[in-house]
């Protein structure tokens, strides 16, 4: 005989187990279907970064809620995030800077502490970079980083304290439906009926969205993150985000975390995310290298260290789908992350679990990152052009 839920979540990553979290904290029989392990996929790769330059408003104050969860994460959530305060700096060259100013005054608007600085006030906050090209930067001191794993790891344990059933190493191999409703999962260890469905599964949502006929335009982007010794003459003070450039730098230990705000970065075309090419390559190590050593000269002295391959789960805006999921009653979504999921993780899913069991969700969010809106051409692009993982 089936199993039975309320809903089936599928997918363990940092999206799925929070929604499982709010879920059964409100007393839904909620199961969680997960092939691998709780952040196994690409959360467990993730940055962990948490700012809240955006530019639109609604994404901007759903990442100050999200920072408000990390900062009290034991009491909000319970467990450890290991949230770290560093602050986060972006900076601007000339063609973006009115975009920069824009975003910094709807920032502080929304009460996120958000300064606008001159080239020269970058260098105090940050005294080893080169200022070639950079003409003003944005200053978010409540900014910071937290860890993946442990953050996603305690939703899903709180999820289950609460009542949840957390199936690891169960893999989701359809959605059933009956009509214009589905009716449940079937899984490689039996069905699970539910009346609802959450579809977290970032790269893999597609195959198991396409026989129910739903098209979203989301594809799997590779993308690349490296590690660098640091010289012991550099002491970076945070997070720091070089449009000039089109890399963002975060601390890690002793080392220099370095990635890509470029959106040309992104390698798509990845048919299988269960097979994909998880290791750097040298020619973004040497480009990485490249342009770290031009905004701080004292990494000529820095070492390689290491790197890696991930996914984005990736729409056209770079932007999430949240919400009900077309030609079906009871079919929700929290795809195509594009690199934004951990941080706004705690507001989507509250935001899923309003959708889900009747409640009033946000309205603005909802309407804003809707799957209709591609058909509709109404894209939630930002003001940044090729950096689009700032819009």
Not at 21 to 32: E, N, Q
Not at 340 to 360: C, I, M, R
Request: aromatic share 8%; charged share 25%.
């Amino acid at each position: 005989m089936p199993a039975t839920a309320d809903v089936v979540v599928i997918g363990g990553g940092i999206n799925g187990a929070a929604i499982a979290f709010h879920l059964a904290r409100r007393g839904v029989a909620v199961t969680v279907v997960e092939k691998e392990s709780i952040c196994a996929g690409p959360t467990a790769r993730c940055c962990g970064i948490i700012r809240q330059h955006y530019s639109h408003a609604v994404t901007a104050r759903m990442a100050l809620a999200g920072l408000r969860t990390f900062e009290r994460f034991d009491d909000v959530v319970g467990g450890e995030c290991d949230f770290h305060r560093t602050g986060f700096l972006l900076t601007a060259r000339e063609d973006t800077l009115e975009s920069l100013t824009a975003n910094v005054e709807m920032h502080r608007s929304l009460g996120i502490d958000s300064r606008l600085l001159t080239a020269e006030e970058v260098r105090e906050i940050e005294p080893h970079v080169d200022l070639e090209g950079i003409v003003a930067g944005a200053w978010e001191p409540e900014a910071g980083y937290a860890d993946p794993y442990a953050a996603t790891t305690a939703y899903a344990a709180r999820a289950a304290d609460h009542g949840a059933e957390i199936r690891t190493g169960t893999m989701a191999l359809a959605i059933d439906r009956r009509g214009d409703r589905v009716t449940g999962v079937t899984t490689d260890a039996g069905r699970i009926d539910a009346g609802a469905v959450v579809l977290a599964a970032g790269p893999w949502a597609g195959a198991l969205l396409a026989p129910l006929g739903v098209e979203l335009p989301i594809r799997a982007g590779r993308v690349q993150v490296s590690l660098f010794e640091k010289p012991a003459a550099l002491a970076t003070r945070g997070i720091f985000g070089d449009t000039v450039l089109g890399i963002y730098t975060r601390p890690e230990a002793d080392l220099l975390l370095v990635g890509s705000l470029e959106t040309s970065d992104a390698e798509f075309g990845v048919a299988d995310p269960d097979h994909y090419n998880e290791a750097i390559d040298f020619e973004r190590v040497e480009s990485y290298s490249e342009r770290v050593a031009r905004r701080y000269p004292t990494m000529d002295e820095g070492r390689f260290h290491s790197g890696y391959a991930s996914l984005y789960d990736v729409t056209p805006d770079w932007q999430p789908v949240l919400g009900a999921l077309p030609g079906y009653e009871n079919l929700y979504g929290a795809l195509g992350s594009s690199g934004h999921g951990f941080k706004l993780a705690p507001v989507v899913a509250e935001v899923l679990a309003d959708a889900v069991t009747g409640a009033e969700p946000d309205r603005e969010i909802l309407e804003l990152f809707s799957a209709e809106r591609f058909a509709a051409g109404a894209l939630a692009d930002g003001r940044y052009g090729g950096h689009k993982i700032l819009a």
